[in-house]
């Protein structure tokens, strides 16, 4: 039972345009939500968290948006870039369900 | 946060035999995970390994066929027993770093033919 999804599982954005990847998980128990970056040939590595008290987290280009009602999490990057392109996984704490990962390509 | 150091980075193994990959960290830690990306599939965590303790597992996943040593709090192997090709996934280490934020090894790609 998957219990964190990715309904997209790729996403194609321009250069210098908004990238939304979204994540729809089914717990009600979840508090904590992640998202990883994971290039080819590499582990996947940290981006950003956002706690079930707070509906928006920003860190730079990259703002994680969470809807409790709806169990809904997006990731928003603007501008994208192109080394932005890689896969993103969305996971949720603390049993750490993954979802099946969004690839991403910038267009340059 | 801790740099984690994992191998092989990829191979290629006959069916029946074993591989076991390492994790080395360069800080000490309490908990390593193992986890599990099958072609198309999200990561699946498959065992938590504490330093003194046996491993555990998840559901699916059993200790005759995914054998976990914990020897210190900086290393960590897992071995992969009497593979077959559905065995053919990369595999993961990773430790907790702050905030949540978990790290993870470069990977294992491993081919079952």
């Known amino acids: 039972d998957q219990q964190v999804k990715q309904n997209s599982p790729s996403l194609s954005v321009q250069e210098g345009r908004i990238s939304i990847l979204n994540c729809d998980y089914t717990n009600s128990m979840f508090d904590y939500f992640l998202w990883y970056k994971k290039y080819p040939a590499e582990g996947p590595t940290f981006l950003i968290s956002?706690?079930?008290?707070?509906d928006k987290n920003e860190d730079g280009r990259f703002t994680v948006f969470l809807n409790k009602s709806a169990k809904h999490l997006s990731l928003h990057i603007v501008p994208s870039q192109p080394g932005d392109s890689a896969v993103y996984f969305c996971a949720a704490f603390t049993q750490f369900y993954f979802g099946t990962g969004t690839s991403l390509t910038v267009i340059p | 946060s801790a740099v984690i150091s994992q191998k092989p980075s990829r191979d290629i193994c006959q069916r029946g035999t074993s591989l076991t990959i390492q994790c080395q960290v360069d800080?000490?830690?309490?908990?390593m995970f193992w986890y599990r990306q099958q072609p198309g599939q999200s990561l699946t965590l498959i065992a938590t390994a504490n330093q003194g303790s046996e491993a555990t597992y998840e559901s699916g996943f059993v200790i005759d066929k995914f054998p976990i040593s914990r020897p210190n709090l900086t290393f960590s192997t897992l071995t992969v027993s009497n593979m077959s090709p559905e065995d053919s996934s990369i595999y993961l280490c990773?430790?907790?770093?702050?905030?949540?934020?978990?790290?993870f090894g470069s990977g294992t790609r491993l081919t079952v033919v």
């Open positions: 956002i706690s079930s008290i707070k």
């Open positions: 800080s000490q830690v309490t908990m």
């Open positions: 990773s430790v907790a770093g702050t905030d949540y934020g978990y790290t």
